[in-house]
């Protein structure tokens, strides 16, 4: 079964502009961590931001923040203030604490997102 | 510096010929995992190892190998490659502060 969804294989932005990408997930597990990582074009997987499940505030990193919103099971990431560095393809992940078979770490399908000029 | 080394990052090769990508961790990580990318699907893990000696199935295990014969190598073997297997592939070790994964810089394989 899918545990993480994120709904929008491409976005564009405007240079300087925020963006929100998606994520949702499914998991019966109390307690659990979120990441997001980027994948720039040369191919690498850079880990961007983690969030874990009985934290109380919301997860920053500059100018990336995590809008968790547990009730809803969602995770979206907000990049602010975009940079044509940013364009990208961003990968939602979770890691189940108690997962039964230790293959904890779940990824979604990814979104491409392109800063234009 | 704390890293993934993962070699090659390239690689043609052609049905049935045997390959092994190599991926070792200087962080001293005890779980290690191998992961294929590709489009619409994200990452999928195909084989994981929770100490030396210790490994077992993903999600995708079906046509790989794995070893775990010391704690910072964990080589990935395709024993008779096949073009359903062409793929990014990507070797992580799990850091047990946050258990956030450290990726490797990837593979390409292209199996023709």
Not at chain 1, 25 to 52: A, C, H, N, R, V
Not at chain 2, 75 to 80: D, F, G, Q, R, T
Not at chain 2, 83 to 112: D, E, H, I, M, W
């Amino acid at each position: 079964a899918q545990k993480i969804t994120q709904t929008q294989p491409g976005m564009f932005v405007q240079e300087k502009e925020a963006v929100t990408l998606d994520c949702t997930y499914d998991t019966s597990d109390p307690s659990y961590g979120l990441f997001w990582y980027k994948q720039p074009s040369s191919g690498e997987m850079i880990f961007l931001i983690y969030q874990g499940s009985y934290d109380q505030q919301n997860a920053t990193e500059g100018r990336y923040s995590l809008n968790f919103q547990k009730a809803r099971k969602s995770a979206n990431l907000v990049i602010s203030a975009s940079q044509l560095g940013d364009s990208a393809m961003y990968f939602c992940a979770m890691r189940e604490v108690q997962s039964f078979n230790n293959n904890d770490m779940r990824f979604g399908a990814g979104t491409r997102l392109t800063v234009k000029p | 510096e704390a890293q993934v080394t993962q070699n090659p990052r390239y690689l043609i090769t052609v049905t049935g010929k045997k390959l092994t990508v190599t991926c070792s961790q200087n962080m001293n990580h005890e779980y290690m995992s191998w992961y294929r990318q590709d489009p619409g699907l994200g990452l999928r893990q195909i084989y994981y190892s929770m100490n030396v000696e210790v490994t077992d199935k993903g999600d995708v295990p079906e046509g790989y190998k794995v070893s775990r014969k010391e704690k910072r190598n964990f080589p990935l073997i395709l024993e008779s490659p096949s073009p359903n297997q062409t793929s990014l592939y990507f070797c992580a070790s799990k850091n047990p502060a946050n258990y956030g994964y450290t990726f490797g810089s990837g593979t390409r394989l292209t199996v023709v």
